[in-house]
């Protein structure tokens, strides 16, 4: 597959969306959370603590819906400031009882609406960037359809970030960069291939740790792998001390752009 068919794939409105992952996962443990304590709750974030295995854990996702209805309702998966805010009062209270947190990532970026932009959008979004790069228990982000630029970086300062083979991972839409440099949105398929958006691409420069399988609904044994390789990464971080556990984030990304060995 092309790099511009791999962002078709990670658009398909049949993939499976956060809410997929944390069923199949977490089933009915999981319990949702609502709200930021300031202005409301924003359905384009789904947050709340879940069971793995034995272990209690922080999940928050980013849920575009699944049909016209739901998408509407979780505003495409594009999150206003309240969405990061509810994000980072989840992360925050994990910090509290070292509970880790796994992001499930998947926007084309953060809500651009006037709205948003009053209610802090760029302050929300930096607030979880540099709140994030210091908290105190481990993060898994892992995206699993578009990575669309601040958007998805507001859940993804992690100790490792993962993603699935058919999906994207970029600072600008194709469209939008095809429309910057050449004014001509068309160009997108060109663009996607120089920005190098796609899971192995991201994987040969570094920015990414795993390359995951893409999972279909009835996949039941990849769910019960997918599990198994969030615990055993949560179990190598938790045995750290907080020391190392920041130190060793602030290095992945410090590292980021260096030339690989």
């Known amino acids: 597959m092309t790099a511009y068919e791999k962002l078709m794939a990670a658009r398909d409105a049949n ?8 069923a199949h996962m977490f089933g009915d443990s999981f319990i949702e ?20 295995y034995d272990t209690p854990i922080t999940v928050i996702g980013i849920e575009k819906g699944r049909n016209t209805k739901e998408r509407v309702e979780r505003n495409f998966g594009q999150a206003h400031p309240e969405g990061y805010r509810k994000a980072l009062r989840l992360m925050k209270q994990a910090e509290k009882f070292h509970r880790p947190v796994l992001c499930f990532v998947d926007t084309s970026g953060a809500y651009p609406g006037i709205g948003a932009e009053e209610r802090g959008q ?11 790069m210091t908290l105190k228990t481990p993060i898994l982000s ?20 993962w993603m699935m ?3 994207v991972y970029s600072v ?19 663009a996607a291939e120089a920005l ?64 690989l060995d």
């Open 122 to 132: 760029g302050q929300a979004i930096a607030e979880n960037l540099m709140e994030m």
């Open 33 to 52: 959370m609502h709200g930021d304590r300031r202005y409301s709750d924003d359905k384009a974030i789904i947050a709340g603590l879940a069971m793995l």
């Open 142 to 161: 892992i995206v699993i359809g578009e990575g669309g630029s601040g958007g998805a970086l507001a859940l993804a300062v992690a100790d490792e970030v």
């Open 15 to 22: 993939k499976l969306t956060a809410v997929d992952y944390i």
């Open 165 to 167: 083979e058919d999906s």
């Open 196 to 259: 190098k958006i796609t899971a192995q691409d991201l994987f040969n420069l570094g920015v990414i740790e795993r390359i995951v399988r893409q999972p279909k609904a009835e996949d039941t044994a990849m769910f019960e792998s997918l599990k198994l390789l969030v615990s055993r990464t949560f179990e190598k971080n938790l045995a750290l001390t907080d020391d190392e556990l920041t130190a060793n984030r602030y290095e992945r990304f410090r590292k980021i752009g260096k030339p």
């Open 172 to 190: 600008i839409s194709p469209e939008g960069c095809a429309s910057i440099l050449w004014k001509d949105s068309t160009k997108a398929p060109q």
